[in-house]
C-alpha cells in the first residue's frame, strides 16, 4: 500500500499570511491532485501535476510535483478566510492497479 | 447538473442488520469508488470499478461488498455492519483515462450501535 504523508495536520493563519502545506512519500507515483474539502461535502479537485517538477499556478494557490514525483507542496499566498478548509492531497497509482491514495489532510483556518 | 448522489445521507443503525448506501452518477463515468473518512486518517479506499461487472479491492475492503450491475450505480453493502463502520462514506466517479480525477457524492454519515 502506497502511503502519502501531509503536514502539518492543522494550521491556522492570520488573513494575508502566506502558508505552505507539504505532502511526502517514498513512493513513486504517476500523478498527484490536490482537493479541497468543505465541512458536509466531499471533495472538489483542485489540481493534477503530472510531470516530475511541474508547477502550476491556480490564483493565489500554487502547485508543485516533486522532480522524483514522490512529494508534492501546496503553496497559498495572501490567505483568506475563503480559503478555510481540508486540503488533501493524493497519489494516483504508476501500476496497473487504478488506485488513488489520499493524504490524511491539512485543516486550514484563516482567520479575519 | 452532472452530480453524484448517494443516499441516505444520515443513518443509525444496530450491529447486524444489514444495509445498503445507494450511488448513483449522471455522467456516464465508467470508474467509481468508495472510501471512507476517519479523522486524521484521511480517505481510505473501500472498492473501486473501471466498469460494469469489473470490480476490485481497495485498502479496506474487509466487511463491505459491492456491485456493478449497471454504468451509473454501484451500491455499498454492509452485510453485517458493527460499530467499528462507524464513519464518513464517500463516493466518487471519473472518466476511465482520468480516474484520478475524481467527482464525489455528498458523503453519508454511518453511525453503527
Known amino acids: 500500500t502506497q502511503l502519502l504523508e501531509q503536514s502539518p495536520q492543522f494550521l491556522s493563519i492570520q488573513e494575508g499570511e502566506n502558508l505552505t502545506v507539504y505532502c511526502n512519500s517514498s513512493?513513486?507515483?504517476?500523478?498527484l491532485q490536490w482537493y479541497r474539502q468543505e465541512p458536509g461535502e466531499g471533495p472538489v479537485l483542485l489540481v493534477t501535476?503530472?510531470?516530475?517538477?511541474e508547477v502550476k499556478k491556480l490564483k493565489r494557490l500554487t502547485f508543485q510535483f516533486g522532480d522524483a514525483r514522490k512529494d508534492s507542496s501546496l503553496h497559498i499566498t495572501a490567505a483568506q478566510p475563503g480559503d478555510t478548509g481540508l486540503y488533501l492531497c493524493a497519489g494516483a497509482s504508476s501500476g496497473s492497479a487504478r488506485q488513488l491514495t489520499f493524504g490524511s489532510g491539512t485543516q486550514l483556518t484563516v482567520l479575519p | 447538473e452532472a452530480q453524484v448522489t448517494q443516499n441516505p445521507r444520515y443513518l443509525i443503525t444496530v450491529t447486524g442488520k444489514k444495509l445498503t448506501v445507494t450511488c448513483s452518477q449522471n455522467?456516464?463515468?465508467?470508474?467509481m469508488s468508495w472510501y471512507r473518512q476517519d479523522p486524521g486518517l484521511g480517505l481510505r479506499q473501500i472498492y473501486y470499478s473501471m466498469n460494469v461487472e469489473v470490480t476490485d479491492k481497495g485498502d479496506v475492503p474487509e466487511g463491505y461488498k459491492v456491485s456493478r450491475k449497471e454504468k451509473r450505480n454501484f451500491p455499498l453493502i454492509l452485510e453485517s455492519p458493527s460499530p467499528n463502520q462507524t464513519s464518513l462514506y464517500f463516493c466518487?466517479?471519473?472518466?476511465?483515462?482520468?480516474?484520478?480525477?475524481?467527482?464525489f457524492g455528498p458523503g453519508t454519515r454511518l453511525t453503527v450501535t
Open positions: 501535476v503530472v510531470t516530475g517538477g
Open positions: 466518487a466517479s471519473s472518466p476511465w483515462d482520468t480516474y484520478y480525477e475524481q467527482y
Open positions: 455522467m456516464n463515468h465508467e470508474y
Open positions: 513512493s513513486v507515483f504517476s500523478s
